[in-house]
């Protein structure tokens, strides 16, 4: 499988805190990309890293790569009760064209207010 | 912002029926893809399509499965004889272009089917 880990499972953090979730993959890579997954709703696309980047910002969220470990870490900083879902890596394999994605198991985050 | 449409939201059906999902990608994307999440698991890749056939699909793909794009907007699935284990969410996504262009895929709300 392409896929490795992610972790935690589960997250519980105040509102204004930074939240850590961290995926590991088995192959080589494309790109990595993390979606945010509401209940019972579609997955939302948050973020985009290729495989030559290291970091990529976009807002409150921070995504760093290292292609060595194998391992990525999706930072959302000053979290608010709406940031409350799943969140999810996926992967898209190095030689893949047709672009299928590879989902991590998630992390579920709870923000209280 | 265009967005991935799929219909029906919820889908009862008895085992042993046919079902047909349906998705309406955005309108200036290329490749297309079927996913499903069984309650509590990881959302699992199905089947992609460009240019009017399948590009790649995975074991979950079987011969019970079959998708189509009937005209230029629509992108379906079929489930020829539901088994209880089909019993999911099923989303629908879409892209301008495939893997090794870097571009994000869109994802519809999806279509909960239960199999009685």
């Known amino acids: 499988s392409q896929q490795g880990e992610e972790d935690p499972q589960a997250l519980s953090i105040q509102e204004g805190e930074n939240a850590t979730m961290n995926c590991s993959y088995k192959?080589?890579?494309?790109?990595l990309q993390w979606y945010r997954q509401n209940s019972g709703r579609g997955l939302v696309h948050l973020i985009l890293?290729?495989?030559?980047?290291r970091e990529k910002h976009s807002g409150r969220l921070r995504v760093t790569l290292d292609t060595s470990k194998k391992s990525s870490s999706l930072l959302i900083t000053a979290s608010r009760a709406a940031d409350t879902a799943s969140y999810f890596c996926?992967?898209?394999?190095?030689?893949?064209?047709?672009?299928?994605?590879?989902f991590g198991q998630g992390t579920e985050l709870s923000v209280k207010p | 912002e265009p967005e991935v449409t799929q219909t029906p939201s919820h889908q009862v059906t008895q085992m042993g029926q046919e079902v047909i999902l349906r998705c309406v990608p955005i309108?200036?994307?290329?490749?297309f893809y079927w996913y499903r999440q069984i309650l509590g698991q990881k959302v699992e890749f199905l089947v992609s399509?460009?240019?009017?056939?399948?590009?790649?699909k995975s074991e979950i793909f079987d011969d019970q499965f079959s998708v189509e794009r009937p005209d230029g907007s629509n992108f379906t699935l079929k489930i020829r004889s539901t088994k209880l284990e089909d019993s999911a969410m099923y989303f629908c996504?879409?892209?301008?272009?495939?893997?090794?262009?870097?571009?994000?895929?869109?994802f519809g709300d999806g279509t909960r089917l239960s199999i009685l």
């Open positions: 309108s200036n994307h290329l490749y």
């Open positions: 996926a992967t898209v394999g190095f030689y893949n064209q047709g672009g299928k994605l590879i």
């Open positions: 192959t080589s890579i494309n790109n």
């Open positions: 996504a879409s892209s301008e272009m495939g893997g090794s262009s870097n571009q994000p895929q869109h």
């Open positions: 890293i290729r495989s030559n980047e």
């Open positions: 399509f460009y240019n009017n056939e399948i590009s790649e």
